[in-house]
C-alpha cells in the first residue's frame, strides 16, 4: 500500500514539473490539457498525504503535504500576487492605497461619476461558440456593466446580424472584424468601441488561427492605445498552432512605440501554469485578475460552478490599473464573460 502511495505521489510530482518546462515546450500533446489540471493535482496529493500520515508513514504524508502545495502555487497567485511587492510595509501600504482608491472609484460609479473622464474604461470579452451566443444578453450585458470596449471570438455573421438588431451599434457605434475564413478556429473575431478610434486594423498580430483585429485611439498627443480581440486555436486544432499562437501575441507588446499601451481580450486558451501563456506575460503584458489579486476567473465551462479552469483573460501592457474583474453567464456561450476596469495610471 505505501509503494503504491509513493509511485502516485511521483507521478503527480512528474506532472507538476510539465509546468516548470521553457516556453513552447508544452506544445506537445497531451501537455497543454495536462498542464491545465495542475492546480487540482491538490486532490490526489491531499489524499495521499493523509493516507500516509494514517498508515504512520510521515515522510510520506509531510512530502505530499508540500506537494500539495506545490500545486496550488500559481493558483495562490489569484489571491496573493501582491505578496511579490518589495517588503511587508510596502506591501501593506500599497494595499491601503488600492482600497481607497478602489471604494473612490466604486462611489463615483454609484453616484453616475465620469469613469471614462476620469481616464478608466470599463472591458468584455466572451467566447461565442460558433456564433451561438445570445446576442440579446450580450448588449444587455454591454449596457448594464457600462462596457466601453467589447472583445469576442468565435463569431459568425449571422451573430453579427443579431447583435446590431438587438442594438449593439447603438451603444458600441465603431467595430473592426476579423477576416472570416474557412480555418478560423470556431469563427472570426471582433471588436467594438464606444468612441470613435484613430485606426483600425482586421490583422494586429501574425498567428495561425482566426485574425486579431484591433482598434486604436490616442490617450494623448504623444501615447496611444490599442484593443485587439484574440483567439489562438485550441490544442486540438494542433499544438503547435496553440503554442505559436499564443507566443506571437507577444509581439503586440515588443513592437509597440514606447508610452504606447495594448490590450488584449479573449480566449487565449491557456493560464499561467502554461510556459507558453507565461512567456506572453514576459513579453511585457500584465494579467487583469493576476493584478487585481482578489481570486481567479476560471471561465471554462459555463455550464460546471467547480471545477472550471482559467481560458479567458484581459492583458495590458504597462500604463493600466486593473480592478473589478468580473465573470459570469451570457446563455448560449460554454464561456462566461469576462470584465474588468482598466484606469490609466
Known amino acids: 500500500m505505501i509503494a503504491a502511495l509513493w509511485i502516485a505521489l511521483l507521478v503527480c510530482i512528474v506532472w507538476i ?3 516548470e518546462m521553457p516556453s513552447g515546450w508544452d506544445a506537445r500533446m497531451p501537455l497543454p490539457y495536462m498542464i491545465a489540471l495542475i492546480p487540482f493535482l491538490w486532490i490526489p496529493t491531499l489524499a495521499i498525504s493523509i493516507a500516509g500520515f494514517a498508515l504512520r508513514s510521515t515522510a510520506l504524508g509531510w512530502i505530499a503535504l508540500a506537494v500539495c502545495g506545490a500545486s496550488l502555487l500559481r493558483k495562490v497567485q489569484y489571491w496573493m500576487n501582491n505578496l511579490q511587492a518589495h517588503n511587508t510595509a510596502q506591501m501593506v501600504a500599497d494595499k491601503l492605497a488600492e482600497k481607497r482608491e478602489t471604494s473612490r472609484e466604486t462611489k463615483e460609479a454609484q453616484s453616475g461619476g465620469a469613469r471614462h473622464g476620469n481616464g478608466g474604461f470599463r472591458v ?18 454591454v449596457r448594464s456593466h ?3 470596449v467589447l472583445a469576442l471570438q468565435e463569431l459568425t455573421d449571422d451573430l453579427v446580424a443579431a447583435l446590431d438588431e438587438a442594438g449593439l451599434s447603438e451603444v458600441l457605434p465603431y467595430r473592426q472584424l476579423g477576416g472570416n475564413k474557412e480555418t478560423d478556429n470556431g469563427g472570426f473575431n471582433g471588436i467594438w468601441i464606444r468612441v470613435e478610434p484613430s485606426d483600425t486594423s482586421p490583422v494586429t498580430a ?4 482566426a485574425d486579431v483585429p484591433g482598434v486604436c485611439f490616442p490617450i494623448d498627443a504623444q501615447r496611444n492605445v490599442t484593443f485587439v480581440s484574440a483567439h489562438p486555436k485550441s490544442p486540438m486544432r494542433g499544438c503547435a498552432d496553440w503554442s505559436a499562437g499564443i507566443i506571437g501575441l507577444g509581439e503586440l507588446s515588443t513592437s509597440q512605440k514606447a508610452g504606447d499601451i495594448t490590450v488584449i481580450m479573449g480566449d487565449l486558451n ?3 501554469d502554461h510556459p507558453s501563456f507565461r512567456r506572453l506575460l514576459a513579453d511585457g503584458f500584465e494579467d487583469a485578475a493576476l493584478a487585481e489579486a482578489k481570486g481567479r476567473r476560471a471561465t471554462f465551462p459555463s455550464w460546471l460552478p467547480w471545477p472550471r479552469i482559467v481560458l479567458d483573460h484581459v492583458l495590458y501592457t504597462h500604463g493600466l490599473h486593473a480592478s473589478e474583474v468580473r465573470s459570469f453567464t451570457i446563455e448560449g456561450s460554454d464561456h462566461l464573460a469576462l470584465t474588468a476596469t482598466l484606469t490609466l495610471r
Open 270 to 272: 491557456s493560464s499561467t
Open 17 to 19: 514539473v510539465l509546468g
Open 206 to 209: 501574425e498567428i495561425p488561427a
Open 146 to 148: 457600462d462596457v466601453g
Open 124 to 141: 468584455m470579452t466572451l467566447n461565442c461558440r460558433y456564433g451561438r451566443a445570445n446576442a440579446g444578453q450580450i448588449v444587455e450585458a
